[in-house]
């Protein structure tokens, strides 16, 4: 597998936070309680996220004291909980996660990108991504 690059982890962050966003435009926390398909498919994105975000971390630990919105550690601790503590895990601290949380990292995440993509505002760069 070939190493990859900040702004590639970076445009998976904005990636994913977008198909989350979507999977959740519109719910409420009783809707989201009530659908197991959205349950899911917010978790595996707030995995991906952390997943990411773990990423990012090791490979540039300057990016979490940059761009303080990213909170790659928590991102990632996170991440772990839903991919390993699936038991124990409650469902009003997935939805804060995916509303509150997620949502500032992407911001944060964009922010990066713009830096790290030359700052020309193109967006794509080495991700091959369309324009945030």
């Not at 590639?8 to 989350?20: A, Q, T, V, Y």
């Not at 959740?24 to 309680?33: C, T």
């Not at 390993?84 to 922010?111: C, D, F, L, M």
Request: one cysteine or more; aromatic letters at 6%; a negative charge.
């Amino acid at each position: 597998m070939s190493k990859r690059s900040v702004v590639e982890w970076l445009g998976d962050i904005i990636s994913w936070g977008e198909r989350l966003e979507g999977h959740i435009a519109g719910m409420s926390f009783d809707d989201f309680l009530k659908d197991a398909k959205t349950q899911d498919a917010a978790s595996k994105c707030a995995e991906s996220i952390g997943l990411a975000a773990n990423e990012l971390s090791k490979l540039d630990p300057s990016l979490d004291r940059e761009f303080p919105g990213l909170n790659l550690s928590l991102a990632y601790k996170s991440r772990n909980k839903l991919s390993h503590g699936y038991y124990a895990v409650e469902q009003e601290i997935v939805w804060n996660t995916v509303t509150v949380s997620i949502p500032r990292t992407v911001a944060a995440a964009k922010q990066a990108k713009l830096k790290h993509d030359g700052g020309d505002g193109a967006g794509g760069g080495a991700s091959g991504g369309p324009p945030v």
